[in-house]
């Protein structure tokens, strides 16, 4: 009896146990459900504009098609033609050389202007310039670039400041010259991405504890000293995402090319994005153009992967 009654209990505690596992598997199931539920639509949106148009191109890249006829398999052709024809190499080589402008530009003036934001503007004038600054992330692209080839036309502000000042030897169509055409572009998307970088850095900063800042003052460190001991080493996040959204737009840069130069003169500012446009409605080539967008996708993730591995090793470290 008394074996019966001990047994009991525990047989009653185990069963217990065993119903409430039960119990939470099936309560952490139906979670994990309803979260795919949620993320379903996500999840088919992105497979629909994203996915499937990758595979698509992919498939296109290995044809010669021109939309219409029927398409004529020609296997690596296309991609042979992306790494040899001089003038599709050259889009690319532009493309990398406006990194310099809108990537190094943006990051390099935005650390330098937040860290003056941050030392020596009161909240509201912080407030005022970080508005002012942000504009043209509001304004759409077009109509940056519609402004900007007013401001850089041969009548434009730029050259009638230059006449003022008495450098009217200098004044030229700074988007109709081969020698300048693409630093001017460059110029434009610098304009562009400098808001954004600067109120990320800021933001960035703004987490940065001031106990470090009292300490590096009370050791007599001066402002430099202060920004790459502490200032920098604290925004190597942010300065990843900075460089990463500049790099993508650099490399996939379209709107204000096409606006301000439309290519030229000649190709001397002839960007991948344009010349895939180009490729595939008005050349009709349709297979060359999915080639030259499959190898500007693998470029873009060559130069964005080791910068995120970069960022992340530096969290961890």
Known sequence: MTETTTSSPRAYSATR?????????????????????????????????????????????????????????????????????????????????????????????????????????????????????????????????????????????????LTAIGLGGVTRAWLGDFGTALPAVGVIGAWVLLGLCTVLLLAGMSKIDPALYEAAQLDGAGPVREFLAITLPSLRQEIGVCVTVTVIAALSAFDIVYIST????GDATMVPGLKIYQLAFFNREVGLASALAVVLMVLVLACILPIQWFTRRGEES
């Not at 010669?64 to 599709?88: C, I, K, S, Y």
């Not at 439309?262 to 003169?265: A, F, K, L, V, Y």
Request: net charge positive.
């Open 17 to 161: 146990r065993a119903s409430a596992s039960r119990t939470l598997r099936v309560r952490v199931r139906d979670a994990r459900l309803q979260g795919w539920l949620f993320v379903l639509p996500a999840l088919v949106a992105y497979g629909l504009f994203v996915l499937w148009p990758l595979v698509q191109s992919f498939k296109y890249s290995l044809y010669r098609w021109d939309g219409v006829a029927p398409a004529q398999w020609v296997g690596l052709d296309n991609f042979r033609a992306v790494f040899t024809d001089h003038e599709l190499l050259g889009a690319v080589e532009h493309a990398f050389e406006l990194i310099v402008f809108f990537s190094g530009i943006p990051v390099v003036l935005g650390l330098v202007v937040a860290s003056v934001m941050r030392r020596v503007a009161s909240r509201r004038i912080s407030s005022a310039a970080r508005t002012v600054l942000f504009l043209p992330q509001v304004v759409p692209l077009v109509a940056a670039g519609m402004a900007w080839s007013w401001v850089l036309s041969t009548s434009g502000v730029v050259n009638q400041t």
């Open 262 to 265: 439309r290519g030229g003169p």
